[in-house]
């Protein structure tokens, strides 16, 4: 089929029309009927469907381009959207529009497209990180669908768009750092039907697709709990209704580090690599010039200003303050998330760690004096002794967690880099770059048990 575009779209030189699509059929489960679509199908299970169209550039007048699309693995991919909950018409208009788009800060140079709703992450990934998904998504899936509290990224969707005589491989996944929980944002039934009267109805209770075996990676306990976690509150139906009374503002994200375990390179560019380019800090989100503007940050007193970036395992000086339960149960799951993950031989992943501070008033601890108004207003106040109670403390209060860039294998190209870097003299038990298992044990030490946990590792 063909299709117009719409100007300012974030596919090369235009967007193809949604209008009577079958890459929506497909997403819907429909049968393809050979207009623009070709399915290649082993089994029961459709391996490959490749659709194909044209865009039209309201730049160029050469007429339109000849597109195609190949949507990888469908059936699987489907499955794993259905067990999360999310439907195929949210899911696509999701993605019709942006909220930003970035290049990723590592070395890969990867784009990212952040969905308008900021639920969905399209990421281009390379031939072989393509491939290596598409060998291991039996396991993955299979992962998946037995550990719904899983700290892994979770991939929605595996596509390849050939347009102007290049392959562009991509993914869609859910964003680790979206602070509206992607329960939150789909039509879903309920998860335990009861028979309680509803004061009104909800047409959206009969949507295929349920969530109540899936949470998203990042609700470790901060404004929801996943459901095989422990619960301390005695009644789980207060916590939703609490939170439909919360404010919908926007918290920012005071800081992202990248968590490998390794301590060789790990280290974010100083304020001397950025000297003289602009930057936002990342505390009080004033856009300043590194380096050059000496006025201190607003959110921190007689500190300078720094910029919004990604920090890395070097920069962290403090471990997580979670409750001793939710730190193990934390903990064990990013274990069996990285131990499936050595177990296919994938190696170089990290944790995401997003970070917002708040500020969190005290409460006197002076006992509170009986008596009359005229009483309290007499009442002193300077402290008898040499003591001075603060008025209030801030500091990490709402943690972000997802294992991501799970698609590297321990191959040639790694191999090489790893015997290049030990004979140069690098620690080669620092470096990132170490055979899988020796990855994961590290790993574990070095992020999960002295971060997570909280553990001493010396």
Wanted: proline content about 7%.
């Amino acid at each position: 089929g063909g299709g117009g575009v719409g100007q300012g779209s974030a596919w090369p030189g235009g967007r193809p029309s949604a209008r009577d699509s079958s890459f929506e059929r497909l997403h819907d489960g429909g049968v393809h009927d050979g207009s623009g679509a070709a399915a290649e199908v082993t089994g029961t299970l459709r391996h490959k469907v490749v659709h194909r169209g044209a865009v039209t550039s309201l730049e160029s007048t050469a007429g339109p381009t000849a597109l195609t699309l190949t949507d990888y693995e469908p059936d699987r991919f489907r499955q794993i959207r259905r067990a999360f909950g999310i439907e195929a018409r949210p899911f696509l208009e999701a993605l019709r529009h942006k909220s930003k788009e970035r290049f990723t800060e590592g070395r890969s140079g990867a784009f990212l497209y952040f969905s308008e709703n900021d639920q969905f992450v399209v990421k281009t990934c390379t031939a072989v990180e393509a491939r290596t998904l598409r060998q291991m998504l039996p396991r993955y899936t299979t992962h998946l669908l037995a550990q719904p509290n899983t700290t892994l990224s979770k991939i929605f969707g595996l596509y390849a768009l050939d347009l102007y005589g290049r392959r562009l491989h991509f993914v869609v996944m859910a964003n680790i750092l979206a602070q509206t929980p992607l329960s939150q944002t789909q039509p879903q039934p309920q998860p335990h039907p009861q028979p309680q009267p509803q004061p009104q109805p909800q047409p959206e209770a009969e949507a295929e697709g349920s969530l109540s075996a899936a949470t998203s990676s990042s609700s470790w306990g901060f404004g929801r709990s996943p459901r095989q976690l422990p619960q301390p509150e005695a009644q789980p139906q207060a916590q939703p209704q609490a939170q439909a009374q919360q404010p919908e503002a926007r918290e920012n994200i005071h800081e992202r580090y990248d968590l490998k375990g390794s301590w060789v390179d790990r280290n974010a560019k100083s304020v001397a690599e950025l000297r003289g380019r602009p930057a936002l800090c990342r505390y009080c989100d004033r856009r300043y010039v590194v380096g050059l503007d000496t006025r201190s940050c607003a959110l921190r007193f007689n500190k300078p200003c720094l910029p919004e970036q990604q920090l890395k395992d070097n920069d962290l000086n403090y471990k997580l303050n979670l409750r001793p339960q939710l730190a193990r149960a934390l903990a064990q799951q990013l274990r069996d998330d990285v131990d499936f993950l050595a177990s296919v031989g994938l190696m170089d992943y990290s944790l995401l760690l997003g970070v917002t501070r708040r500020r969190f008033d005290l409460q006197p601890t002076r006992p509170a004096r009986t008596g009359s108004a005229s009483d309290a207003l007499s009442e002193p106040l300077m402290p008898e002794g040499s003591q001075f109670e603060a008025e209030f403390i801030d500091g990490p209060a709402i943690y972000y967690v997802g294992l991501i860039d799970i698609l590297t294998r321990w191959d040639f190209e790694k191999r090489r880099e790893y015997v290049v870097k030990t004979l140069v003299g690098k620690n080669r038990h620092g470096i990132s770059c170490v055979p899988p298992r020796e990855y994961v044990e590290r790993f574990k030490r070095r992020v999960v048990e002295a971060i997570v946990e909280g553990r001493d590792n010396n």
